[in-house]
């Protein structure tokens, strides 16, 4: 009895043993990192290991549950499986900017919905160590003048110039260019006599005669001889019937001019008339007849070239005169051409770039404006001063010497001020830095009304004055007063409409400030004043 009641109480035991170890055994939750101590900016590895079933739904931490330390990246899932388990590993990488001690703190891990907590980890965040002893201290070294790049200009020239050499180019090979002459332009700067006899010959080879057509050729043969009648005798062959150009040249020959035999003139008259009926009366004379008139003209031709008279010197002369102007003026007629198409890719291209960009842009861009410049040059971001005044400006601003008046040395222990002044734009920007004797609160509007009293001692007037709270990129906030008045032009009396801006900011024994100038209704300048106040960080304390 009692070894039965020894048994239950035993299967009882082994029972509830079995069923934890059971329990805990589905799922193992541990975590590790791979170092306790990392430098400021360093990385920890963070690892989570989960054991469980295969069926079981596990959830990782995810986002910034590890604070104070910062999660910098969460790695991919690693999956191991063995028969109807898996282990399931995760690798988070951790950091931190301050030092100090911190505490990772205990990490929720669900699984099927039932949360398990990692152990919570100590890490120590170290400075890095910076050795201001062993090494010599120097004192700042002063602003250098450095010689401004040229890149920018030549990048501008370089698109500027490539296009107008293909340009150049383009109109040279096609318009300025000595072409070579194609055989056509060849026999038509042939002298009449010599292009004659070579059109005839063309003509005898021709098939005309072959194919009945006489017209065609009756036509090109008494062209070809009027065409040389009125180039080389000088007389209107062209449009003259065959009795009018027939009288010409008996004229010519009884004045003397033309030394020409009466039995070739009526042999000429003779084809002529032939031609008429082939032309009007569609006449059709034998083969043989044709080819004969072809080589009389022929020698009419030659005939009448050797009955002119020799030319003297002086027609000789304005002959060659005559072919000089008109060389010129063919050459005068490509460089107007040239001329023209140079002129209308300009104007095409000023059209183009109007319509885009507007008149005056491109006004400004072709002519020049000093605050476009500005604008479009190579920008500089430094800081100014102690406290440290942040910007970026299109220059860099310039320490100046600035003497302190007796009343303020007494509380004023350091005035640094640097500028940058362009006379042409009539654009100026500054900024104060001012340490105070005592840690006071630095009075801004005393301050702004003293540097609008500077502004009226100047020859300022009309002031308008509105002020309103300020932000940097960083939050710091601070003062911002702006306004408009006509200012007086250095070196002149005359007045000018301008804008202004005035930034004030500080802490206790310390006063910053911004002050910026410009003309009023200058586009490129407000975009410059713009640019700079997005780009204004200061320190909030000394």
Not at 150 to 167: R, V
Not at 321 to 347: D, P, S
Request: aromatic residues 10%; hydrophobic residues 40%; contains cysteine.
């Amino acid at each position: 009895m009692k070894n039965c009641l020894s048994c239950q109480v035993w299967g009882g035991v082994l029972f509830i043993i079995f069923f934890l170890s059971s329990y805990f055994s589905f799922a193992q939750v541990s975590s590790e990192i791979d170092t306790t101590y990392i430098k400021i900016g360093e990385q920890i590895k963070y690892t989570i290991t989960v054991e469980a079933d295969s069926t079981d739904t596990v959830f990782f931490p995810e986002e910034q549950t590890f604070s104070p330390l910062e999660m910098v990246e969460a790695l991919a899932i690693d999956t191991t499986r063995k028969q109807n388990r898996v282990t399931l590993q995760r690798i988070y990488a951790l950091t931190q900017f301050d030092s100090g001690a911190y505490t990772i703190p205990p990490q929720r891990i669900a699984i099927n919905e039932k949360p398990y907590l990692t152990d919570s980890v100590r890490v120590n965040v170290a400075t890095v160590p910076v050795d201001t002893i062993a090494q010599k201290m120097y004192d700042i070294k002063p602003l250098i003048n450095v010689d401004k790049s040229n890149l920018e200009l030549w990048k501008t020239l370089l698109w500027i110039l490539i296009p107008l050499l293909i340009i150049i180019g383009l109109i040279y090979w096609f318009v300025l260019r000595k072409k070579p002459l194609s055989e056509k332009e060849k026999e038509a700067l042939l002298p009449p006599f010599d292009r004659a006899l070579l059109e005839l010959k063309r003509l005898e080879s021709s098939k005309y005669l072959i194919q009945d057509e006489y017209k065609q050729y009756y036509s090109e043969l008494t062209d070809i001889v009027r065409s040389y009648l009125e180039e080389d005798v000088h007389v209107s062959a062209l449009e003259s019937t065959t009795d009018q150009l027939i009288d010409r040249l008996e004229m010519l020959k009884d004045a003397g001019e033309l030394d020409l035999e009466e039995e070739t003139i009526q042999q000429f008259k003779q084809i002529l008339q032939t031609a008429d009926l082939v032309k009007f009366a569609k006449s059709k004379p034998p083969t043989s007849v044709a080819e004969q008139d072809r080589k009389a003209v022929e020698q009419i031709v030659i005939k009448t070239h050797e009955a002119l008279p020799e030319p003297n010197e002086e027609e000789l002369l304005q002959n060659e005169e005559y072919l000089e102007e008109l060389a010129k003026k063919q050459q005068r007629k490509k460089w107007f051409v040239a001329a023209g198409i140079v002129t209308g890719v300009l104007f095409f291209t000023m059209a183009n770039a109007i319509v885009k960009y507007g008149f005056t842009y491109v006004k400004d861009t072709v002519f020049g404006h000093p605050t476009k410049e500005l604008l479009e040059g190579e920008w500089v971001s430094s800081s100014y001063g102690f406290p440290p005044v942040s910007l970026e400006t299109p220059e860099v601003l310039l320490r100046q010497e600035v003497k302190l008046p007796p009343e303020a040395k007494a509380t004023v222990k350091e005035l640094q001020t640097f500028m940058y002044r362009n006379a042409d734009a009539l654009f100026t920007v500054a900024t104060t830095s001012t340490s105070f004797m005592e840690e006071v609160e630095p009075d801004f509007e005393k301050t702004v009304e003293q540097l609008l009293k500077n502004f009226e001692d100047k020859g300022a007037k009309n002031i308008i004055t509105k002020q309103e709270e300020f932000n940097t990129i960083t939050g710091t906030k601070g003062l911002k007063t702006f306004g408009s008045g006509n200012f007086s032009v250095p070196e002149s009396k005359e007045l000018i409409k301008g804008k202004y801006v005035i930034l004030s900011f500080g802490g206790k024994g310390f006063q910053q400030q911004i002050l910026i100038s410009w003309l009023d209704g200058d586009t490129y300048a407000e975009e410059i004043v713009d640019r700079i106040l997005q780009s204004i960080e200061v320190k909030n304390e000394v």
